[in-house]
C-alpha cells in the first residue's frame, strides 16, 4: 500500500513538473511572437479560427437560442405565481450574459476543439513529427500551440456575442409567445437592466476559458502515449481536464467579479 501511495505521488509529482514547463514555454514563445510578428504563423491561426469559430457557429446559436428559451420557460412558472411575469427579462439577460453564454460556447469549444488538439498533437507524435521538430531545432510550442491558442482567443469572444444574442431572442420567443408579453415591453426591459458591463464580464470570462481550453488540449496531446490507444485516451482526458478547468475557473472569475459589485 505504502508502494502504490508513493508511486502515485511521485508520478503526479512528475506530471505537474511537466505541466509547469509546458505552461512556462507557452508563456515564452507567446511573447517572443508579441516583440515579432514576422514569426507568427498567421496561416495557421486562420485554419484554427475556421475550425474552432466559422464551424462553431451554427451550434452555438441553436444550443444557447434553446438555453434562452428553457431559462424562460423555468422563471415563467415561478414568477406567474406573484403576477411577475416582465422581470423573466431580467433573469434571462443577466444569466446568458454573465454566465451561459460564455460556458456554454466553451463547453462546446472543449467538444470541438479541446479534443481535436489532443488528438492532433497526440497523432504527431506517433509519427514522430515533434521529434523531427525538436531535432531541427524548431520548438513544437511555438509551431503547434501558439497559433491554436490566438485563434481561440479571437474565436471564443466572438461565438459569446452570437451566443449571447441568441439567448436573449430565445427568452424574447418564450416571452412573446407562452407568456403572452409585447416584444416591445420584453426588450425594452431587458436593454433596461443590462448595462455594456455585463458583456464585458462574459467576454472576460470566454478569454480566460479559452485559455483554458487550449492548454488542457494541447498539454493533454504532449502526453499522449505514442499509440493509437494513448491519443484516444488523451483526447478523452482533453475533455474531461477542460470542462474541470473551465467550472473551477468560472466559480474563480465569479466570486472575483463579486467582490467589485459585478
Known amino acids: 500500500m505504502e508502494d502504490l ?3 502515485w505521488a511521485q508520478n503526479t509529482h512528475k506530471r505537474f513538473h511537466r505541466m509547469v514547463e509546458f505552461l512556462g514555454a507557452l508563456c515564452r514563445e507567446v511573447v517572443c511572437d508579441l516583440r515579432n510578428w514576422r514569426r507568427f504563423r498567421w496561416r495557421d491561426m486562420l ?4 475550425l474552432c469559430g466559422q464551424k462553431s457557429v451554427s451550434i452555438v446559436l441553436l444550443i444557447c437560442f434553446l438555453m434562452g428559451m ?3 420557460l423555468q422563471a415563467a412558472l415561478q414568477m406567474r405565481k406573484f403576477g411577475t411575469e416582465l422581470f423573466v427579462a431580467d433573469l434571462v439577460g443577466f444569466s446568458i450574459l454573465k454566465e451561459l453564454g460564455p460556458l456554454m460556447v466553451a463547453m462546446i469549444a472543449t467538444g470541438r476543439a479541446g479534443s481535436a488538439f489532443a488528438a492532433e498533437i497526440g497523432t504527431m507524435k506517433v509519427n514522430e513529427e515533434i521529434a523531427a521538430l525538436t531535432t531541427m531545432g524548431v520548438s513544437p510550442v511555438r509551431f503547434l500551440v501558439v497559433p491554436k491558442l490566438f485563434a481561440m482567443l479571437i474565436a471564443l469572444p466572438l461565438l459569446t456575442v452570437f451566443g449571447d444574442a441568441a439567448g436573449l431572442l430565445g427568452g424574447l420567443f418564450i416571452g412573446s409567445t407562452w407568456l403572452d408579453l409585447p416584444v416591445q415591453a420584453y426588450w425594452s426591459r431587458t436593454m433596461d437592466v443590462l448595462s455594456p458591463m455585463n458583456l464585458v464580464l462574459g467576454l472576460v470570462k470566454s478569454c480566460v476559458f479559452a485559455v483554458l ?5 494541447c498539454w493533454r496531446g504532449f502526453e499522449s502515449e505514442p499509440d493509437a ?4 485516451r488523451s483526447a478523452t482526458d482533453a475533455v474531461v481536464m477542460s470542462i474541470l478547468l473551465i467550472v473551477v475557473g468560472d466559480m474563480l472569475l465569479t466570486m472575483f467579479f463579486a467582490m467589485f459589485g459585478y
Do not use: D, E, I, S
Open 229 to 232: 490507444q494513448g491519443v484516444g
Open 5 to 7: 501511495v508513493a508511486n
Open 47 to 50: 485554419y484554427y479560427l475556421a
Open 70 to 72: 428553457v431559462l424562460a
Open 213 to 217: 481550453v487550449t492548454f488542457a488540449g
